[in-house]
């Protein structure tokens, strides 16, 4: 069971952004720029919502969960699945999952929330000086 620290919403960024495109202060194309890295992160590890894309209206609006941290070594700036996440949390002190929405439609793409997984404590065993 995964147990999220420092949780952040960006909700009301997202709205405010949403806001903007729908009144014309910001081109669509600004905001639906998601590169062919991201994807491809979306279909292969991205999870498929129940929400519309708030831009094109269409179904299946995916939300990818990238990983950062140093305890993740060369994991870290990659997209990973519900069951990457579980066992990383098992495994690393701490690393911080930012959750990406991404329509592979129109290429919509905003930071949905951010938060803090691991086990909080140190990595057991000896420290490897590199390799
Ligand atoms: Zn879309």
Redesign the pocket.
Known sequence: MLSPRQVVDYALQRRALLADVRAGRVGQEEV?DAGAYLLRAARFHGTTTANP??????DG?AQVSWVFGEGLRHASGSARSAADLEQLAAQVPEFTVHVVEV?T????NHLVRSYVLGTGRPRRGRRSAGG
């Open positions: 639906c894309c708030p831009v094109c209206r269409r609006l329509c439609e129109c290429r919509w």
